[in-house]
T-cell receptor, first 112, second 113 residues
Framework: KQEVTQIPAALSVPEGENLVLNCSFT??????LQWFRQDPGKGLTSLLL?????REQTSGRLNASLDKSSGRSTLYIAASQPGDSATYLC???????????FGKGTSLLVTP | GAGVSQTPSNKVTEKGKYVELRCDPI?????LYWYRQSLGQGPEFLIY????????DSGLPNDRFFAVRPEGSVSTLKIQRTERGDSAVYLC???????????FGQGTRLTVV
């Protein structure tokens, strides 16, 4: 079974800092990987989808990288803003099976 | 519709009662997922539909849980004889196919008292 781990569990940074969120997975045979953000009491908002054949994807201030062989993905957030405060979740879609396997998330607080 | 819609947004029920949770996926999305999320945890997979059929129901915790998608669009998650431990946020997601993004609804918060 695919196990997904996200480190750190929580992070607090001052506004303007660049930051990196980490996601690791145990089975490198993945189909794709998706990053989401979740605001308190809300559903999940898709940020980036990165296919197994890709090394990175970018959307605005966000950049996701993927290293399948080492079982890792990172989400880089440039010039953080208070509005970036949320929980960030990584979900892995393995080659075997249909489920998206989630980590527990990283809770990010960006202080003004 | 524009996004995945889930109803109701909140449901409070008494222990032992039956509940139904509804999910309207994005039009044209053949893949549909149900997840359950407890406080401070990531979403936990329950069931996956491809069209009308449940391709993977390995995440359903026991036989009190059942889901249907009779016409390949709207899906209903059914929970019989609810228990307090069933209290959680139930999330639905849809995607066009494996190569595209999954989109989630806002969830149904189920509270069993």
């Amino acid at each position: 079974k695919q196990e997904v781990t996200q480190i750190p569990a929580a992070l607090s940074v001052p506004e303007g800092e660049n930051l990196v969120l980490n996601c690791s997975f145990t089975d490198s045979a993945i189909y794709n990987l998706q990053w989401f953000r979740q605001d308190p009491g809300k559903g999940l908002t898709s940020l980036l989808l990165i296919q197994s054949s890709q090394r990175e994807q970018t959307s605005g201030r966000l950049n996701a990288s993927l290293d399948k062989s080492s079982g890792r993905s990172t989400l880089y957030i440039a010039a953080s803003q208070p509005g970036d405060s949320a929980t960030y979740l990584c979900a892995v879609h393995s080659n075997s099976g249909y489920a998206l396997n989630f980590g527990k998330g990283t809770s990010l607080l960006v202080t003004p | 519709g524009a996004g995945v819609s889930q109803t109701p947004s909140n449901k409070v029920t008494e222990k032992g009662k039956y509940v139904e949770l509804r999910c309207d996926p994005i039009s044209g999305h053949t893949a549909l997922y149900w997840y359950r999320q407890s406080l401070g945890q990531g979403p936990e997979f329950l069931i996956y539909f491809q069209g009308t059929g449940a391709a993977d129901d390995s995440g359903l915790p026991n036989d009190r849980f059942f889901a249907v998608r009779p016409e390949g669009s709207v899906s209903t998650l059914k929970i019989q004889r609810t228990e307090r431990g069933d209290s959680a946020v139930y999330l639905c997601a849809s995607r066009r196919d494996r190569d595209t993004e999954a989109f989630f609804g806002q969830g149904t918060r189920l509270t069993v008292v």
